[in-house]
């Protein structure tokens, strides 16, 4: 372990404190390369893995077409029984995302329907790999959009710049960066191997010294118990008794909590699977309704935990590619193209629909088959990165290289 001991580089015991989940996150720990302004610009994504259904999302209730297309699915009409929520006489939200509204009203939500990758793969594997590296058609990038926005971000590199929800880093976090990754739901939690106290003993004897890379894993293990403690508190004040809620909104209220107490964390990431609707997709109620519920209370209850903070962070809210326009012969839907972005928070000119709608009608589907592309979605995260983020075109550029200029939605920010 000697050996191991002089090869091993700060960012190195870093990184590898971040993939085991030792550093999940920083609590109200300051040291000189950590901390950073209180204003923090943030970053969050939400990834919806499996291609969620677009046009059930962000319902276009004002085209027959929809609906001669969808003759058991499409979400019906505003008035309705479960049926949409008008946004503006056109387009309008499915009913599951009703808490959502207020959102719109206010001016801090917008949606981008009609954008996605210019890569029509329809491969649930590389449209998503497209996707999180921001290079759709290239398989050889090694790195992904978010690690490379970690290195153009201002101050000092921190390992809770970048902090991502899941049992594993995600192909958007992969890179040179550092990121902590912390479990799901109340894995988040769990003890780790370094938990353990003779494996935790072993490391400590290892790295006493007063070393850079000591003083990185005695900052780390100190960082990892603060936020262990942090969960836990909030876990059990939430449960009050009674089992506290699962999934999503259970993860965002820790990300706002951590947000609160961690001035240094810029940029989040959840994935969410499960929508994949081949099979009795629904309408108004159903399959997809019962997976959009949670993920609006989840996004609801992160902007209202993070009070004032939410005037500086956006989030966004993207899948791989839509489906399409048609519903099957199993009262589903299919992988398609097009899809709809939302993107939320203080900084965002929402209560609008951005990008170019082309339409449903046949001969202005992608293919016969599905909602065309009009909006490259680098398009959309480089106007977040330059307007929000405070990146500059050039900065911009190695973050998504390639990315289109689109007026249609030079405005959001």
């Given amino acids: 372990m000697k050996n191991l001991n002089r090869h091993?580089?700060?960012?190195?015991?870093?990184?590898?404190?971040?993939?085991?989940?030792?550093?999940?996150?920083?609590?109200?720990?300051?040291s000189a390369w950590a901390a950073t302004s209180a204003s923090q610009k943030r970053l969050v994504v939400v990834f919806l893995r499996g291609a969620v259904d677009g046009l059930n999302v962000l319902v276009p209730h004002g085209e027959e077409a929809y609906y001669l297309a969808r003759p058991t699915i499409a979400v019906a009409r505003p008035g309705?029984?479960?049926?949409?929520?008008?946004?503006?006489?056109?387009?309008g939200l499915h009913p599951s995302l009703?808490?959502?509204?207020?959102?719109?009203?206010?001016?801090?939500?917008?949606?981008?329907?009609a954008s996605?990758?210019?890569?029509?793969?329809?491969?649930?594997?590389?449209?998503?790999?497209?996707?999180?590296?921001?290079?759709?058609?290239?398989?050889?990038?090694?790195?992904?959009?978010?690690?490379?926005?970690?290195?153009?971000?201002?101050?000092?590199?921190?390992?809770t710049r970048g902090l991502s929800f899941g049992p594993t880093l995600p192909r958007i976090f992969a890179g040179r960066e550092s990121v902590a990754n912390i479990p799901l739901g109340r894995a988040a939690a769990a003890q780790i191997p370094l938990d353990r106290p003779l494996i935790n003993a072993a490391f400590d004897k290892l790295y006493t010294g007063q070393d850079a890379m000591?003083?990185?894993?005695?900052?780390?293990?100190?960082?990892?118990?603060?936020?262990?403690?942090?969960?836990?508190?909030?876990?059990?004040?939430?449960?009050?008794?009674?089992?506290?809620?699962q999934g999503f909104p259970e993860d965002t209220q820790h990300l706002a909590q951590l947000i609160a107490q961690t001035p240094s964390i810029a940029?989040?990431?959840?994935?969410?699977?499960?929508?994949?609707?081949?099979?009795?997709?629904?309408?108004?109620?159903?399959?997809?309704?019962?997976?959009?519920?949670?993920?609006?209370?989840?996004?609801?209850?992160?902007?209202?935990?993070?009070?004032?903070?939410?005037?500086?962070?956006?989030?966004?809210v993207i899948s791989e590619f839509g489906r399409t326009a048609h519903e099957n012969g199993n009262r589903g839907t299919d992988h398609g193209h097009g899809n709809v972005m939302w993107v939320m928070g203080g900084p965002v000119k929402g209560g609008k629909i951005y990008g170019d709608w082309p339409g449903?009608?046949?001969?202005?589907?992608?293919?016969?088959?599905?909602?065309?592309?009009?909006?490259?979605?680098?398009?959309?995260?480089?106007?977040?990165?330059?307007?929000?983020?405070?990146?500059?075109?050039?900065?911009?550029?190695?973050v998504l290289p390639g990315a289109p200029a689109a007026p249609s939605v030079s405005a959001l920010i």
């Fill in 80 to 91: 309705a029984d479960h049926g949409a929520i008008d946004l503006d006489g056109h387009f």
């Fill in 360 to 398: 449903l009608d046949k001969d202005q589907l992608y293919e016969g088959r599905d909602l065309a592309v009009t909006t490259d979605f680098r398009s959309v995260i480089q106007t977040l990165l330059t307007g929000h983020m405070g990146l500059t075109q050039t900065q911009a550029a190695l």
């Fill in 98 to 113: 009703a808490a959502l509204k207020p959102l719109w009203d206010e001016g801090s939500l917008a949606f981008v329907p």
């Fill in 214 to 245: 000591s003083a990185a894993y005695q900052e780390g293990i100190a960082a990892h118990k603060q936020v262990m403690s942090d969960l836990t508190t909030e876990m059990k004040e939430a449960d009050n008794g009674a089992p506290s809620s």
């Fill in 116 to 159: 996605g990758s210019p890569d029509d793969t329809r491969s649930h594997f590389d449209a998503q790999d497209y996707m999180e590296s921001g290079t759709p058609g290239r398989k050889v990038t090694a790195d992904g959009w978010m690690n490379r926005l970690l290195a153009q971000l201002p101050g000092d590199p921190s390992p």
């Fill in 267 to 316: 940029l989040g990431f959840f994935a969410l699977g499960g929508w994949d609707t081949h099979v009795n997709q629904g309408a108004g109620e159903g399959q997809l309704a019962q997976r959009l519920a949670p993920l609006a209370e989840g996004l609801t209850g992160l902007v209202k935990s993070l009070g004032p903070a939410y005037r500086d962070t956006v989030i966004v």
């Fill in 8 to 30: 091993l580089s700060r960012r190195h015991v870093l990184a590898l404190g971040a993939s085991a989940g030792l550093i999940g996150a920083v609590s109200p720990l300051r």
